[in-house]
Every structure is written in structure tokens, then in C-alpha cells.
């Protein structure tokens, strides 16, 4: 298979809760979620020759039981969350409408955090040198531990929808397939997770 394969770490400790930048580990049912993510990677002839990570505990972890010491793994802050700043740590009911506000209007930046353009910025461009080396080494399928933001932005970043316009797109534990289709790059959800 080419391209980059995108996985979305397992259920945290803090799901309820807005995590982005906190650092909580995958809690056990994220643990056994991964473990069947595993298990369909397997399966299906998926072997990353490389596995890029966010430097977050929950997707090292998810990287090592990707790799099982099989594929080199190194991080990247590039494919950290969205810096939500004030926002962390508050459970989700109480912030959603503000989460959707920001990402509505792009540009205002999350109270001590960033603003939702800066994120999708810094992720796009992360995202693009990766599909530059995809492009490059057709023989070597990359795989990507990250967050849900950063994989529900791949419809911003790719063109199918404007800056804003967020859908979730990834499930806990799901894998994401990138992949060129001549000239254009194109998404599919191949595994949901489940």
C-alpha cells in the first residue's frame, strides 16, 4: 500500500475532557481499542517502514504497539493537537460551543493557546512534507500516530471543505488512508476501530 496511514490514538483517561496538550495515558479500553487496530494493521499487510508520532504519551504508546520494535519511530511537535489553551482540562460539554467558535472564526486565538489557523498551519505543513517523502519513496508506506483534530483538519487541508468547516472524520483507534490519486491526495476512513 502507499501513501501515509493516519491513526488516531485510543480512549484517554481524560475523554471526557478536553486533553489537546495535557498528557494523559490511553486508559484500558484505548489500550484494547489499539490493540484490535493492531491486529487489523496486521491483518491486512499494513508494515510501516517508519512511524512518525506526536511526542504525547498516549501516541508514543500507540506508536510502540504499532511497531512492536519494527519500524524506526520518531516524534514530531508538528502533529501535536490544537493548543487550546484555558480550554484544557475542562470537560467537553462546557467548552464545545467555544471550540466550535474558534474554529469558526479561525484567526481568534484559544485564551492562552492558539488560534485554530495556526494549528491547521502548522499541521498542514507537517502534513505535506510527508506527502512530499510519501511521494518520493512510493515503496515505504509511512504511518502517522496523531489526534483527532489534526486528522478531522484533513479535509481543510486537502481541499474539500474551507477553513472552519471541522467534521469528525476519526474515531478513537481508527486508521486514516492518505493517499495521491494522480495529482490530488484523497482520505479514506479504513478502519474504524471498533
Given at each position: 500500500?502507499?501513501?501515509?496511514?493516519?491513526?488516531?490514538?485510543?480512549?484517554?483517561?481524560?475523554?471526557?475532557?478536553?486533553?489537546?496538550?495535557?498528557?494523559?495515558?490511553?486508559?484500558?479500553?484505548?489500550?484494547?481499542?489499539?490493540?484490535?487496530?493492531?491486529?487489523?494493521?496486521d491483518?491486512?499487510?499494513?508494515?510501516?517502514?517508519?512511524?512518525?508520532?506526536?511526542?504525547?504519551?498516549?501516541?508514543?504508546?500507540?506508536?510502540?504497539?504499532?511497531?512492536?520494535?519494527?519500524?524506526?519511530?520518531?516524534?514530531s511537535?508538528?502533529?501535536?493537537?490544537?493548543?487550546?489553551?484555558?480550554?484544557?482540562?475542562?470537560?467537553?460539554?462546557q467548552?464545545?460551543?467555544?471550540?466550535?467558535?474558534?474554529?469558526?472564526?479561525?484567526?481568534?486565538?484559544?485564551?492562552?493557546g492558539?488560534?485554530?489557523?495556526?494549528?491547521?498551519?502548522?499541521?498542514?505543513?507537517?502534513?505535506?512534507?510527508?506527502?512530499?517523502?510519501?511521494?518520493?519513496?512510493?515503496?515505504?508506506?509511512?504511518?502517522?500516530?496523531?489526534?483527532?483534530?489534526?486528522?478531522?483538519?484533513?479535509?481543510?487541508?486537502?481541499?474539500?471543505?474551507?477553513?472552519?468547516?471541522?467534521?469528525?472524520?476519526?474515531?478513537?483507534?481508527?486508521?486514516?488512508?492518505?493517499?495521491?490519486?494522480?495529482?490530488?491526495?484523497?482520505?479514506?476512513?479504513?478502519?474504524?476501530?471498533?
Open positions: 500500500m502507499r501513501g501515509i496511514l493516519l491513526v488516531r490514538h485510543g480512549n484517554t483517561t481524560y475523554d471526557k475532557k478536553v486533553d489537546a496538550l495535557l498528557d494523559p495515558p490511553l486508559d484500558a479500553e484505548g489500550v484494547e481499542r489499539i490493540k484490535r487496530t493492531v491486529q487489523f494493521l491483518e491486512g499487510g499494513y508494515k510501516p517502514g517508519r512511524i512518525v508520532s506526536s511526542p504525547l504519551q498516549r501516541a508514543l504508546k500507540v506508536a510502540s504497539m504499532i511497531s512492536r520494535g519494527n519500524a524506526k519511530i520518531t516524534t511537535n508538528a502533529a501535536l493537537p490544537w493548543n487550546l489553551g484555558d480550554l484544557m482540562g475542562k470537560a467537553n460539554a467548552v464545545d460551543s467555544k471550540i466550535k467558535y474558534l474554529e469558526t472564526y479561525p484567526d481568534i486565538r484559544a485564551p492562552h492558539e488560534s485554530y489557523r495556526s494549528f491547521v498551519t502548522r499541521w498542514s505543513g507537517f502534513l505535506h512534507r510527508l506527502m512530499d517523502f510519501a511521494e518520493a519513496n512510493p515503496e515505504e508506506l509511512l504511518l502517522v500516530v496523531s489526534h483527532s483534530r489534526n486528522i478531522n483538519a484533513l479535509r481543510e487541508i486537502i481541499g474539500d471543505a474551507p477553513l472552519g468547516d471541522v467534521k469528525e472524520i476519526a474515531p478513537e483507534a481508527s486508521v486514516t488512508h492518505l493517499a495521491q490519486n494522480g495529482v490530488s491526495w484523497n482520505y479514506e476512513l479504513i478502519w474504524d476501530g471498533s
